[in-house]
T-cell receptor, first 113, second 110 residues
Framework: NAGVTQTPKFRILKIGQSMTLQCTQD?????MYWYRQDPGMGLKLIYY???????DKGEVPNGYNVSRSTTEDFPLRLELAAPSQTSVYFC????????????FGNGTRLTVT | GENVEQHPSTLSVQEGDSAVIKCTYS??????FPWYKQELGKRPQLIID?????GEKKDQRIAVTLNKTAKHFSLHITETQPEDSAVYFC?????????FGDGTTLTVKP
């Protein structure tokens, strides 16, 4: 199993540009999450999904959108990139929320200039 | 929503000493408490977890305790080694999502 795969690993965007961060998992997990991690800080939840077709906002959803058309894929869309969105983005999945850990991807390092 | 506070933010110990990191949470509905270790430039990875019906769990040099009444849980690392140097995150999970503390940077000096 590859686990959770994120692409790209690095990206530089200009202010106002758009992009999609890709995330796919092969563990048949229902729960998927997007977190951002600013330098020296913890992980803040952007969006999450409890199953295909269902998404919900986390702590810091502004400026982002998600979709969950399949169990495997959970892309994160940035429509109008801003410098405040410079961060490392982690996708994660879990079997459930009550007794199973998050499996993280390797992260996408995004810089907006 | 859930709020998780983690202390200390930095911790420096001598090799062989013990390290303790403490977290508090606010939502009594949270029922799963994992700890993650993140090495520089890497992804967070689970090191130990505890469920709300358990008070203590141990795995070799690592132990976690949970006090549900006080909404406290702690990570204990004994006989620390230089390879334990990393950032450690606590989390509280329930209701479909996990909320993380801000992390503790542990440095183990040889």
């Amino acid at each position: 199993n590859a686990g959770v795969t994120q692409t790209p690993k690095f990206r530089i965007l200009k202010i106002g540009q758009s992009m999609t961060l890709q995330c796919t998992q092969d563990m048949n997990h229902n729960y998927m999450y997007w977190y951002r991690q600013d330098p020296g800080m913890g992980l803040k939840l952007i969006y999450y999904s409890v199953g295909a077709g269902i998404t919900d906002k986390g702590e810091v959803p502004n400026g982002y959108n998600v979709s969950r058309s399949t169990t495997e894929d959970f892309p994160l869309r940035l429509e109008l990139a801003a410098p405040s969105q410079t961060s490392v983005y982690f996708c994660a999945s879990s079997f459930s929320t009550t007794n199973s850990p998050l499996h993280f991807g390797n992260g996408t390092r995004l810089t907006v200039t | 929503g859930e709020n998780v506070e983690q202390h200390p933010s930095t911790l420096s110990v001598q090799e062989g000493d013990s390290a303790v990191i403490k977290c508090t949470y606010s939502d009594s509905a949270s029922n799963y408490f994992p700890w993650y270790k993140q090495e520089l430039g890497k992804r967070p990875q689970l090191i130990i977890d505890i469920r709300s019906n358990v008070g203590e769990k141990k795995d070799q040099r690592i132990a976690v305790t949970l006090n549900k009444t006080a909404k406290h849980f702690s990570l204990h690392i004994t006989e620390t080694q230089p390879e334990d140097s990393a950032v450690y995150f606590c989390a509280a999970a329930g209701g479909g999502k996990s909320t993380f503390g801000d992390g503790t940077t542990l440095t183990v000096k040889p």
